[in-house]
């Protein structure tokens, strides 16, 4: 049975994007690790394809709000470049040419009407601070990212509603530390990346602790992405692996964020393990006290876990996988390309557990989305690419979302992943995610007809859709 599948008036229509993804390295004074890693080891890019250029969001930004609009978007997320901003990352000079493209950012929004959610790191810790401090588990850069956030919230702070201070933070720890996906590219690095997590919440609390300081208008929150954790039986064994890996993976931001606290079992477990991180009772005490006015939610795909079989191989050097597995739940629904299950109905989930367990706090889907390689497959004669498969993907999760707003989850917003075309960690341009599609030798833009039915989503503020058989 159709029905007509309607959102909240006033709800935020648009798409994510980040600004080591898109600007390309024009007039930056400074590398970020992201930067580093494709100009030590391009062979790790698909194609061999850096952010050099990327999108050249810094030179087609107006035609790119423009396109936004003439799509429907009312929001966009993009974020401030810690290496292009500052100058001096020890005293948190600005580079004058940092801050006026981002004032040139922030008025070509305005000028059509897009209302911006900046966030503060994208992955893009500048490079040297990996160098002299080991990035993120340092305190002394915890401390230079709040002088990098004061410049932000000097220069802009007034103009801007929506801030954020990180997307994704878990991915650092995870995929820079113990599983070797992301720069730095370590492996089985255990106790260092528990410290990262502290570090980067204590960041993440400093940061809107100065924020609420300034008297600033606006709201601040984080972005977490969120990959529930199903277990694979009603095992005890199964239930605690799940569990486990939901307070890693998931709680040990989503806690402190919202609550102020570390999942207690998550501590209890590290401690026991001796890699508890180091802390002090006065910085425990600051992340009890900022925590956020909102969440911003990624969602991509969930996790299947089960016990695991082998908890000895994974003692020395400690590693969390001792506690749980990963496996392929069979008969799965798969995006082959990115080897990630598609799960609409976690979506529904997510949104449910906030409400239920996080005083059902304001929050928004920040990412969501689906690319395919070679999607140029889809192009007609003109080049118009035809994405039904993304305009699907796009109706089952939203069809999700709307059911658990309607049983009272707060949730304002959906962001899709993402406007245009843009560069990405290893993946490059191997799997486009746009509304918009971008030509990388040309950089001319053309609208997907995925962009065409989001102007249409938009301007109903929802769509028709079988509930029925994909919902009930």
């Not at 529930?228 to 239930?239: G, I, V």
């Not at 390309?337 to 997510?350: L, M, S, T, V």
Request: hydrophobic share 35%; with cysteine.
């Amino acid at each position: 049975m159709e029905k007509f599948v309607e959102f909240p008036e006033n709800f935020l229509w648009g798409a994510a994007s980040s600004g080591p993804q898109t600007e390309g390295n024009y007039g930056k004074a400074h590398e970020n690790v992201m930067d580093r890693w494709f100009h030590t080891k391009p062979e790790d890019f698909f194609d061999q394809v850096g952010p050099d250029i990327a999108s050249d969001f810094y030179h087609t930004y107006p035609e790119d709000f423009a396109l936004m609009k003439k799509i429907g978007f009312n929001s966009f997320r993009t974020s401030i470049q810690w290496s292009r901003l500052i100058k001096d990352f020890e005293t948190g000079e600005v580079d004058p040419d940092g801050a006026k493209f981002y004032q040139s950012i922030i008025d070509e929004a305005k000028k059509n009407n897009i209302t911006l959610i900046l966030n503060l790191h994208h992955f893009d810790l500048p490079a040297e601070l990996l160098d002299e401090y080991g990035g993120w588990e340092s305190k002394h850069v915890v401390d230079l990212f709040v002088k990098f956030a004061k410049a932000c919230f000097e220069l802009y702070g007034n103009q801007i509603e929506y801030w954020t201070t990180f997307n994704e933070p878990m991915v650092i720890p995870e995929a820079g530390y113990l599983y070797g996906f992301h720069y730095p590219n370590y492996k089985g690095k255990g106790k260092e990346a528990m410290q990262v997590i502290y570090n980067i919440n204590l960041a993440s609390a400093k940061v809107i602790s100065l924020y609420r300081s300034m008297n600033l208008k606006g709201k601040i929150g984080i972005i977490l992405n969120l990959t529930p954790a199903y277990p694979r039986s009603n095992s005890q064994e199964d239930l605690d692996a799940s569990e486990f890996t939901e307070n890693l993976f998931n709680r040990s931001f989503l806690e402190p964020a919202i609550k102020g606290e570390f999942p207690k079992k998550l501590v209890e477990v590290l401690d026991k393990d001796g890699v508890l991180w180091e802390s002090s009772q006065a910085e425990l005490d600051l992340i009890k006290k900022s925590t956020v006015d909102y969440l911003g939610v990624n969602y991509y795909h969930p996790k299947r876990v089960k016990a695991q079989d082998h908890p000895e191989q994974f003692k020395e050097p400690w590693m969390p996988d001792q506690y749980f597995e990963e496996y392929e739940m069979p008969n799965c629904r798969m995006n082959k390309y990115r080897g990630w299950e598609i799960y609409p109905k976690a979506i529904y989930d997510i949104a449910m557990d906030i409400k239920n367990n996080y005083g059902n706090i304001p929050w928004y889907i920040s990412e969501n989305g689906m690319g395919v390689e070679g999607e140029q497959r889809f192009a007609q004669v003109d080049g118009f690419i035809e994405d039904d498969y993304r305009i699907d993907f796009y109706k089952e999760h939203l069809a999700w979302l709307q059911k658990a707003i309607k049983e009272g989850s707060n949730c304002f917003g959906y962001h899709a992943w993402t406007a245009f075309d843009c560069w990405s960690w290893n993946n490059a341009y191997k799997n486009r995610y746009g509304f918009i599609a971008v030509d990388l030798k040309t950089q001319q833009r053309k609208i997907k007809k995925s962009g065409y039915w989001y102007l249409d989503l938009t301007k109903n503020n929802g769509f028709v859709y079988d509930l029925e058989q994909k919902v009930e």
